[in-house]
């Protein structure tokens, strides 16, 4: 369904955005093998949303296998503006796992792709503390950016929460080094703050900003033209690993 139309489920107005349908089956083991992200309207939804802790939410939720109140509840949440930080984060995720099966394995247009990465970054601003949809939301925006060759791809960041090296910094840097540039304090810095190794000490955690101060300092003392890296011979091979655990994306 587009961005620019509704569909009515349950005796819900639903926006766009959002796959509604008989779910295709992904492999041969009968239920679960349906596509998480299919709002089915021929399944029951039960007339209030009751569970919005999530109680009876699986890791990976799908709207088909989820209880009828679940459904409902998703429904109201999707209604209500997708905006609602009181929700389970489950709830989030089924309306991810089709933003990302859209952008991904879906022929859309950059005009619409576009449109996915601004709701997602602003899908993931609703949940700060939650490192699920930290790692996830991230990795996919990572990727998106790349894809769109988003001004942000090419500016360092200092913040990680993965358990490797963001992929828009492996490509930016990965870039300078490919045309023999050298690498800038700020670039240096941002391989070192979002290297899953790091080990950062009291001093430089309680006082980010002095830290950072500091170590462009003496790098520009040390490298005053920059840091000369060897072109390797290995070349970046993306592959996208989608939240819903459904399929798997190489760039």
Known sequence: VPSSETVRIGGREIGGMVYVGTPPRLNDDGYRGKCRAYIDPSLSVARDGTDKVGNHMPYWPGYSEIPSQCRATYLDWLAGGRSDPSYDPGYMFLYFYGLERRFVLDQASEVEKSEI?????????????????????????????ILLNDEA??????????????????????ALVGRGDLLSADWALSWFMCHPERRLRTPATRC???????????????????????KPRKMLKPIYQAASSEFQGQF
Do not use: C, M, T
Request: charged share 25%; glycine share 6%; aromatic share 12%.
């Open 117 to 145: 990465l601004q709701e997602v970054r602003r899908l993931i601003n609703l949940y700060p503390e939650n490192g699920s949809v930290q790692r996830y939301l991230r990795e996919f925006i990572q990727l998106a950016q």
């Open 153 to 174: 791809v090419h500016e360092p960041i200092f913040d990680n929460r993965g358990w490797e090296l963001p992929l828009s910094l492996k490509v930016a840097i990965g």
């Open 208 to 230: 980010g900003p002095e830290f950072r101060a500091l170590f462009r300092l003496r790098f520009d003392a040390r490298f005053p033209d920059g840091l000369e890296v060897n």
